[in-house]
C-alpha cells in the first residue's frame, strides 16, 4: 500500500529522508477533526518508521486558512471534557511532542485555536508574513487545558500568553517571531527555499541520531518545572469543569455555528463558589 492510500485527510511523502506531511482537508479549513487527528498520528508514525531525519507540516489552504482549529461540530455537548488528555487532538499534539525526530510547522496562512497548539507543538517554525496565530477558546467559551496553558507560557513568555488567550485575536507573523513563537518569517513565494536551505539541509547533514537524543532530553527536561501541589491541579480541574458544563460553553458552539456573536452570560465570580 503507497504511503497516501492509508490517508484520507493528508497527503504524504518522503523525499530525501523528509518526510512531508500536508493537512489536505481544504473545503473544512483543514480542522482538527477526529479523522484529521488520527491521519496525523498514523503519517507521524510513518515518517518516524520510514527513517526520515525530520518531519514537516504544512497544510493545502483555503480562503487564507492553514487550519480553522479544533473542528467545533466535534466539541463534545454532553458535559465531557472537550481537550481531555486522550481525545484524539490531545493525543495528536502529544504526539508531534513525542515522535524522536524534529518536526517543522511550515505555515503559509492563519492558523486558530488547536491548530495554533500543533505548530506551538512542533520544534520549529517557519512562516510566510502573511500568516497570523490565534488562540481562541475564550472565543467560544472553552477553558483549554493545563498542558496547553503551560505550552504557551514556556514559549511565549507570561505576559504574550495571557494576551494571546484573554484577547482571542490573531497575531502577525513578524509579532509571533519577536517573540519567540516562530523562528523564521519569508515573503511567501521563499518559504519554500527558506524551509529547505534554514532547516532541511542542516538536519540532512546532522547526526540524526544526536538530534533525536537531544529531543528527547528537551522533551524531558521540558517537563521539569516547579512542583505543582496537588491541591493545585484539583483546584485547575474544578474551574475547567465549571466552564465546560457551563453555560457559555454550549452558547459559544451555537453561536459559532449559527453564525452570530455569542451572548455570554458566564461571570468571573461563578468560579468563585467552591464547587463542592
Ligand atoms: C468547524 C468550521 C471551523 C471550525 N470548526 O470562513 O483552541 S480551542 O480551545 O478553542 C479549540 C477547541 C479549538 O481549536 O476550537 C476551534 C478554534 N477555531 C476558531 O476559533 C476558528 C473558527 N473559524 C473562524 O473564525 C472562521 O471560520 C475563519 C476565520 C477560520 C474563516 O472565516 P471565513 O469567513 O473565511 P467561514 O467562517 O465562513 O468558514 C467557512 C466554513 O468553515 C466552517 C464554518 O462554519 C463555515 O461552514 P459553512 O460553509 O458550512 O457555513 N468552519 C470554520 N472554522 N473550527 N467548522
Redesign the pocket.
Known amino acids: 500500500m503507497t504511503s497516501n492510500e492509508r490517508f484520507q485527510l493528508v497527503d504524504v511523502k518522503i523525499e530525501d529522508r523528509i518526510c512531508f506531511i500536508t493537512m489536505n482537508n481544504p473545503e ?2 483543514n ?3 477526529d479523522a484529521m487527528c488520527r491521519d496525523m498520528v498514523e503519517a507521524l508514525h510513518y515518517g518516524y518508521s520510514e527513517q526520515c531525519v525530520a518531519i514537516v507540516i504544512r497544510a493545502n489552504c483555503r ?3 492553514w487550519s ?8 463534545p455537548q454532553d458535559g465531557s471534557d ?2 481531555a488528555y486522550d481525545v484524539p ?1 490531545e493525543r495528536m499534539l502529544h504526539r508531534v511532542q513525542e515522535v524522536a525526530i524534529p518536526v517543522i510547522a511550515c505555515v503559509d496562512g ?1 492558523v ?6 500543533l505548530c506551538l507543538s512542533c520544534d520549529m517554525i517557519v512562516a510566510s508574513e502573511n500568516a497570523t496565530f ?7 467559551g ?1 477553558p ?1 487545558n493545563a498542558s ?1 496553558i503551560m505550552h504557551f507560557v514556556n514559549q511565549l513568555g507570561l505576559n504574550k500568553a495571557r494576551e494571546m488567550f484573554f484577547l ?1 485575536t490573531p497575531i502577525e507573523a513578524r509579532d509571533a517571531l519577536n517573540v519567540g513563537l516562530i523562528n523564521r518569517v519569508t515573503t511567501a513565494d521563499k518559504l519554500e527555499s527558506e524551509l529547505e536551505s534554514h532547516f532541511l539541509a542542516p538536519l540532512r547533514r546532522n547526526s540524526v541520531m544526536s538530534v533525536s537524543a537531544i529531543k528527547r532530553q528537551f522533551r524531558i527536561l521540558s517537563k521539569a518545572s516547579s512542583v505543582i501541589p496537588s491541591e493545585g491541579f484539583e483546584r485547575i480541574n474544578a474551574y475547567r469543569t465549571r466552564v465546560y458544563k457551563g453555560a457559555d460553553y454550549i452558547e459559544g458552539i451555537n453561536a ?2 449559527e ?1 452570530r456573536a455569542p451572548n455570554f452570560k458566564g461571570k468571573a465570580s461563578d468560579l468563585d463558589t467552591n464547587p463542592f
Open positions: 473544512k479549513l480542522c482538527l477533526s480562503k487564507g486558512v480553522a482549529g479544533h473542528d467545533i461540530h466535534e466539541l472537550p481537550l487532538m492563519s486558530w485555536g488547536g491548530a495554533c497548539d490565534a488562540i481562541t477558546p475564550a472565543k467560544i472553552i483549554y496547553g482571542a459559532f455555528l453564525k
